[in-house]
């Protein structure tokens, strides 16, 4: 069985990117995909995916940071890297609000130009407040356009409901199903996972945030993700291998990663 985590954040604690991994790796864990949320953590991701087989990084700026980009031509340095499977993470933010919503727009569509430009998936991040989807709907209008000019996405860690899962998967999306799911008030996670295909479904720990039961509370990381596969295959009433298949050979397909 093989695992895929297709967005986990690496920072530096001290230890080497490989004593780091040797920490976390587990025997089901094959691939990982290191996200980046602004230059500098994109340089990060980089430089431990140049260091770790079967590993690969996606460059981008999370909305939290959209008020601080000066230049996206910057990001011109990971251009062509082997290891560059995407652009992200980057979308729209409306529970924090960290940067003004026109610049969160105005960036989630620079760096939708650039995967275009790049010919890569974007990873897109939404989150929007309480029964609130306003941040859903900016995103969607953006991703139709995106869509409908040959952009490939992915919307990483979905936590909205069934109906919003629904209108991204009519535009080719994949959704990232994290360890929300073991939560007992993720009611609505589940629900959504009951809408999508099996060729479009990929997980992913998004650590080390949201850690699955029974690690809540702990700091998360990539060797937890077989917590998400198993909780899927019992949602899915499926064995957990082939959920693990399944979302793998999705994963390799959305990244091309196999081909690097």
């Given at each position: 069985?093989?695992?895929?985590?297709?967005?986990?954040?690496?920072?530096?604690?001290?230890?080497?990117?490989?004593?780091?991994?040797?920490?976390?790796?587990?025997?089901?864990?094959?691939?990982?995909?290191?996200?980046?949320?602004?230059?500098?953590?994109?340089?990060?991701?980089?430089?431990?995916?140049?260091?770790?087989?079967?590993?690969?990084?996606?460059?981008?700026?999370?909305?939290?940071?959209?008020?601080?980009?000066?230049?996206?031509?910057?990001?011109?340095?990971?251009?062509?890297?082997?290891?560059?499977?995407?652009?992200?993470?980057?979308?729209?933010?409306?529970?924090?609000?960290?940067?003004?919503?026109?610049?969160?727009?105005?960036?989630?569509?620079?760096?939708?130009?650039?995967?275009?430009?790049?010919?890569?998936?974007?990873?897109?991040?939404?989150?929007?407040?309480?029964?609130?989807?306003?941040?859903?709907?900016?995103?969607?209008?953006?991703?139709?356009?995106?869509?409908?000019?040959?952009?490939?996405?992915?919307?990483?860690?979905?936590?909205?409901?069934?109906?919003?899962?629904?209108?991204?998967?009519?535009?080719?999306?994949?959704?990232?199903?994290?360890?929300?799911?073991?939560?007992?008030?993720?009611?609505?996670?589940?629900?959504?996972?009951?809408?999508?295909?099996?060729?479009?479904?990929?997980?992913?720990?998004?650590?080390?945030?949201?850690?699955?039961?029974?690690?809540?509370?702990?700091?998360?990381?990539?060797?937890?993700?077989?917590?998400?596969?198993?909780?899927?295959?019992?949602?899915?009433?499926?064995?957990?291998?082939?959920i693990a298949a399944l979302t793998t050979a999705n994963s390799l397909r959305l990244f091309k990663a196999g081909s690097n």
């Amino acid at each position: 069985m093989e695992l895929f985590d297709t967005h986990f954040h690496y920072y530096p604690d001290g230890r080497t990117p490989r004593e780091y991994y040797a920490a976390i790796k587990t025997p089901e864990l094959k691939y990982l995909l290191a996200a980046g949320a602004d230059f500098k953590e994109s340089r990060t991701a980089r430089d431990f995916a140049a260091q770790i087989d079967d590993c690969w990084f996606a460059a981008g700026v999370h909305p939290h940071a959209a008020a601080e980009l000066e230049d996206i031509r910057a990001f011109d340095e990971f251009s062509g890297h082997d290891k560059l499977a995407a652009v992200g993470e980057l979308g729209l933010d409306y529970f924090y609000n960290n940067s003004p919503r026109r610049i969160q727009r105005a960036v989630m569509e620079r760096f939708l130009g650039l995967a275009l430009e790049w010919k890569l998936p974007g990873i897109i991040h939404l989150r929007d407040g309480e029964n609130k989807f306003d941040a859903y709907a900016d995103a969607l209008a953006m991703l139709k356009d995106f869509a409908q000019t040959g952009g490939r996405f992915v919307v990483h860690c979905f936590s909205g409901t069934p109906d919003w899962a629904e209108k991204f998967l009519e535009l080719g999306a994949f959704l990232g199903i994290t360890g929300i799911i073991t939560f007992p008030r993720a009611a609505n996670v589940r629900a959504t996972l009951r809408v999508i295909p099996d060729d479009r479904l990929v997980i992913e720990t998004d650590s080390p945030y949201l850690a699955p039961v029974p690690y809540r509370g702990k700091p998360n990381n990539p060797g937890y993700l077989i917590r998400v596969a198993e909780k899927i295959a019992a949602e899915r009433s499926r064995p957990v291998e082939e959920i693990a298949a399944l979302t793998t050979a999705n994963s390799l397909r959305l990244f091309k990663a196999g081909s690097n």
